[in-house]
């Protein structure tokens, strides 16, 4: 049976998709997002960290072990209990990353299982894969929540390694495919917010039918413990936490789009 | 927004210091020792001495309230109930001088207390009267923290108001005695001059509680008379009026509804210290008729009704619970005295019974934010869900109230239990969590079961490693056990041996209630008593149910996984070796602890390598318990709530394989041991579905969220969802916590600027500051769930 690289299984995620939902997390990923916040998810391979664990005082070390190869069935097995409370919620499965089509032949075989189980499916992607895989997929695709973080081809090299042509270009495919999409924009202060990209954006937003909800991503501090652990350097150390009143602003910029728009997930 | 007259209400009660009163025990004395040769019937006694406090107790008019009666003389003085518990002089220091939940007892109090009160009910009371009856057995497993006993120095009670009394007059009820007394005439009833004298009994409580308001009338009246100010003298003379109409007769308008109930509510709780105080349950059900008719005629606003109510729940915020002592302190160490509302469910004919009220009372409860009275929400299948988001909205500002509960799941335990359909829907949850027929049950907690106990003792072959006592059955040394389903057996056995012991006892004590302290004005309102002619106390009820309570479902699993896992199956180490590591109390095994800790599988996160100890225990509870007679007639049942039971019998056990420490609290109602579950939400209430809740009468899961989950709409959808997700799973009730950890801590430090943090602890809400140290600690412990 197909394996694949699986870092982790969380349930009551509820800002990965319509209602109670469980994120399969799958490791690998072709971007390398300076603000990555998933820097566990990047390799496509298992990786042991370091953590410490403290009982009265004491301090013990403890390995872990991030990634673990998992068949469809082990999978489904941590999955299939949860469907009680996914029927309740209209909730389902959110197969997040890394790039859970950096894992095509298990995102496919997993999503095929859900469907036969009438389960609703949401696929995380950073949009950064061959067209024929998303052609592969989307049969049995619910939702594509699907990441837009700077247009300009040049930059987005810059800050997360990879040019985005073929990213734009999914987008505008999955269009004409008649999918549904929720596309997410990662705000990282000074990189990915200026006022240029930002409208970029709403332009493509605003040409594509099959966005249903935009979602603004703030980005916050939680990463920086995980960097630690893994023993990577953050270069984004310095960076200053968003200022309610800015958001606001931001979350006017889009305010005309005619679709749900929410900040902060 | 409140009123004035509402704000000044609610501050006075908040401020009011808890005193401790003898008003009540000099009245019974007083009674009962210039009646006490005259050889009148037990019942006719008791009648006659309640109808001698009702007319003799001081009345109170606190300054603009449109409810009268106070329990005491005051607001927040407590009365005492010595034929029942007599407390000794040493008794009062420690209420009055204790940190938490005191009570001020002065210089006078004491001195009444030692010339008149303890001279008289020395040797007579009903707590010394069952402890010399108990077996010495039984009194070596209550020392030894096995189980506790509910009706030791409190009275069985714990009912709740049903239709009846918000229909009906004590005139009406004076009738059904008739008509009761009538029946009995014609038959031949072998107990007819028994049933006589208790009807007799009722007929004087009911005249009682009609002079009781009698008094208040001419009391109102007078003071209308000298007041100035013309809009309070006209409401003076309106509530003069009222007390003349109720609780004689059936009430005709919201006011009179919310002063009829009070009154008898103030009679139950001035009779006995019933448990659970008194209450009026589904409320918004109750109240509605009245509130609708007034809406229509033009006679009251919305408004006006939402005052009512408001000044309706000052009162029983006034009303702290009894002062209690020893084990009974430790196991209910809270002022609450556990008057829970209930809103929302379904009506009699299955109907959604979601109304107006229940969203204007869901705002009362909202803006008042006090102690008392508890609240909760019914949630049916059918009720909206804007309703449940209503209430969620509530729990947001982090005061735990109000809790959840499954209507569904209700029903269908009273159903099993073999009620009537309609009985079953007009029946709710009351106290904590406990399931209970309206107006038609008695239904009594008998004492909490201390499951992680027996544990221990069959880990010590009968033994109470703590006492070095042989306190329970030989069931092996457990080095002779070949796998962990002999352990099991054995630890089974010794449950069954203890469940025996408290089920003997449990019948001595509800024969001593029975039969020597009938409560004649409780059983007027709890239907079939009038009609059976036969006490409350005495099985007069339609339905009689005693409960016994499970504790430490979650911490039980973990330790049987425990030794599952790292003795049987990966033999890490033995038996013996980790007996020998419990007995040291993990010192010198920092790392096995480790290992107990963080590398085994916990209850609470949908893991069935954990979860199905929680089933067998539980079935293993169930079996032990279910179905069998008690003494007036009724079946035992379980269900499973700690209150703050699991304090006081983790203090009571030694190191326990689960890697927690001597003495230190266990896990409260089913939820996980405190930080155990790291799976979320819908892990922990996969896992607590896994038991069958239908076989309970209730059940406590709490769960414990950070304000910021509750930022957005969205979360706040999805809560409702994670509510309806348990309640379709059978779960019958969850309960939120919103307040983050760092407040927490920063209220130990700082007491006094958290005077009015509120936070839920198990099946009811308390002043952080008034909970122990280590409940304190175990609250902050809790696992918060950060939205993912």
């Known amino acids: 049976m197909e394996k694949g690289l699986v870092f982790d299984i969380r349930h009551f995620s509820v800002h990965d998709g319509p209602g109670i939902r469980t994120t399969v997390f799958l490791k690998g990923c072709p971007l390398r997002c300076t603000w990555c916040h998933n820097p566990e998810s990047q390799k496509s391979e298992p990786e042991t960290i370091r953590r410490t664990n403290k009982l009265d005082g004491k301090e013990y070390a403890a390995t872990e072990t991030i990634g673990r190869y998992m068949t469809v069935d082990e999978v489904f097995d941590e999955l299939k209990n ?107 202060p000074g990189i990915t917010d200026d006022e240029e990209n930002l409208l970029a954006i709403k332009e493509i937003v605003k040409g594509n039918n099959s966005i249903k909800r935009l979602d603004l991503l703030p980005y ?14 953050f ?5 200053e936490a968003y200022k309610n009143e800015r958001l606001k602003e931001i979350e006017l910029m889009f305010s005309d789009l005619e679709m749900p728009i929410s900040i902060g997930g | 927004m409140m009123t004035d007259r509402i704000r000044q209400l609610r501050r006075e009660s908040l401020r009011a210091i808890n005193t401790l009163s003898a008003e009540r025990a000099l009245l019974v004395t007083e009674f009962y020792k210039a009646n006490e040769d005259k050889g009148l019937p037990i019942p006719i006694m008791r009648a006659k001495a309640f109808e001698h406090i009702m007319l003799n107790k001081k009345l ?57 009160i303890i001279p008289y009910w020395k040797g007579k009371t009903i707590r010394e009267k069952i402890f010399s009856l108990l077996s010495d057995e039984w009194h070596e497993a209550y020392s030894a923290g096995v189980f506790t006993e509910f009706q030791e120095q409190r009275a069985p009670g714990h009912t709740v108001a049903g239709k009846k009394i918000f229909q009906k007059g004590m005139l009406d009820l004076i009738a059904d005695i008739d008509a009761s007394l009538e029946r009995l005439r014609t038959t031949k009833d072998e107990n007819i001059k028994a049933k006589m004298d208790e009807l007799e009994a009722m007929r004087i409580v009911a005249n009682a509680i009609i002079g009781y308001a009698n008094r208040y009338a001419d009391a109102l009246n007078e003071l209308a008379q000298k007041e100035e100010d013309e809009v309070r003298r006209n409401e003076l003379l309106e ?89 009974t302190a430790q196991e209910s160490s809270t002022y609450t005295d556990f008057a829970l509302i209930n809103l929302g469910g379904v009506k009699e004919d299955g109907s959604d019974a979601v109304n107006e009220l229940s969203y204007i009372i869901l705002d009362v409860i909202e803006e008042m934010r006090i102690l008392q009275p508890s609240s909760m929400v019914q949630i049916s299948k059918k009720n909206p869900d804007r309703f449940v988001k209503r209430a969620v909205k509530i729990t947001k500002t982090g005061f735990g109230q109000p809790s959840f509960f499954n209507t569904d799941a209700i029903v269908q335990q009273l159903l099993s239990q073999g009620k009537a359909l309609v009985d079953a829907r007009n029946g709710g949850a009351s106290g904590c969590v406990e399931t209970g027929a309206f107006g038609t049950e008695a239904y009594f907690l008998t004492g909490y079961f201390n499951l992680n106990k ?197 203090s009571k056990i030694g190191a326990m394989p689960d890697g927690r420490k001597a003495f230190e609290p266990l896990s409260e109602g089913i939820s996980p041991f405190q930080g155990a579950d790291r799976k979320g939400p819908t892990g922990v209430i996969l896992s607590a579905a896994k038991i069958d809740h239908i076989k309970t009468g209730g059940t406590l899961l709490n769960q414990k969220f950070s304000p910021s989950f509750f930022s957005t709409e969205e979360s706040l959808d999805k809560l409702v969802m994670l509510i309806r997700s348990y309640f379709k799973l059978d779960g019958h ?54 939205s993912v």
């Open chain 1, 82 to 188: 949860h469907i009680p409370i996914f029927d309740e919620s209209t909730g389902g499965v959110t197969f997040s990353g890394g790039e859970p089509l950096m894992q095509p032949r298990f995102l496919l075989e997993l999503l095929k299982r859900c469907r036969e189980h009438d389960i609703h499916t949401a696929v995380d992607t950073c949009g950064f894969a061959a067209p024929e895989l998303f052609r592969s997929i989307l049969p049995y695709t619910n939702l594509f929540l699907y990441d837009l973080k700077i247009i300009k081809s040049d930059k987005h090299k810059y800050y997360t390694a990879q040019p985005n042509e073929i990213i734009l270009n999914n987008l505008s495919m999955l269009n004409e495919l008649g999918a549904s999409v929720m596309v997410r924009v990662p705000l990282i």
């Open chain 1, 220 to 233: 916050h501090h939680m990463a920086k413990d995980k960097y630690r652990r893994l023993n990577l350097p």
């Open chain 1, 235 to 239: 270069e984004l150390e310095d960076l």
């Open chain 2, 60 to 116: 109170c008019i606190n300054p603009g309230e449109l409810i009268v009666g106070e329990r005491g003389p005051a607001p927040k003085a407590a009365p005492t109930y010595p034929e029942v518990c007599l407390h000794t002089l040493d008794d009062l220091e420690i209420i009055h001088s204790r940190p938490k939940v005191s009570f001020k007892v002065d210089e006078e109090t004491r001195k009444v207390y030692r010339d008149i």
């Open chain 2, 239 to 327: 509530m003069s009026s009222i007390c003349r109409r109720v609780p004689a007769h059936a009430p005709q308008t919201f006011h009179e509804v919310l002063q009829h109930y009070w009154f008898i509510h103030v009679g139950v709780v001035t009779e006995l210290n019933p448990w659970d105080s008194f209450n009026p349950g589904r409320l918004d059900q109750h109240l509605y008729p009245f509130y609708q008719n007034e809406i229509k005629n033009g006679t009251l606003t919305k408004d006006g009704a939402v005052e009512l109510l408001e000044s309706f729940w000052v009162k029983f915020n006034n009303h702290p619970s009894p002062p209690k002592m020893g084990v």
């Open chain 2, 454 to 650: 027996v544990l221990e003792i069959t880990l010590n072959n009968g033994v109470d490693p703590l006492t070095g006592k042989e306190i329970g059955i030989k069931t092996g040394n457990p080095e002779d056990f070949k796998s962990f389903d002999e352990l099991y057996d054995a630890f089974e056995r010794q449950l069954n041996y203890f469940i025996d012991l408290k089920i003997e006892g449990n019948n001595i004590v509800e024969k001593v209630w029975a039969t020597e302290m009938p409560v004649p004005f409780l059983s007027l309102i709890i239907d079939d008593c009038i009609a059976n002619a036969t006490d409350y106390n005495a099985g007069g009820a339609r339905y009689n149910t005693s409960y016994i309570q499970g504790v430490g479902l979650g911490s039980i699993t973990d330790n049987l996984t425990s030794i599952r896992k790292h003795v049987y199956e990966d033999g890490a180490l033995t038996i013996k070796d980790m007996l020998f590591a419990l007995s040291s109390n993990f010192e010198g095994f920092d790392d096995l602890r480790y290992k107990l800790i963080y590398e085994t599988p916990k209850w609470g996160n949908n893991d069935d390598y954990a979860d199905r100890h929680a089933v067998r225990v539980f079935n293993s509870f169930y079996n032990a318990v279910d179905g069998r007679p008690t003494y007036r007639g009724g079946k035992f049942r379980i269900n499973m709530l700690p209150t703050t039971s699991h304090v006081y019998f983790g």
């Open chain 2, 733 to 786: 009730h969850i309960q939120f916590n919103v307040v983050s950890a760092s407040t927490l801590r920063d209220a130990q430090k700082h007491p006094e600027k958290y005077q009015d943090l509120i936070v839920r602890v198990a099946g009811y809400s308390d002043y952080f500051n008034d909970l122990s140290e280590a409940l304190q600690n175990e609250i902050i412990r809790r696992t918060e769930h950060e």
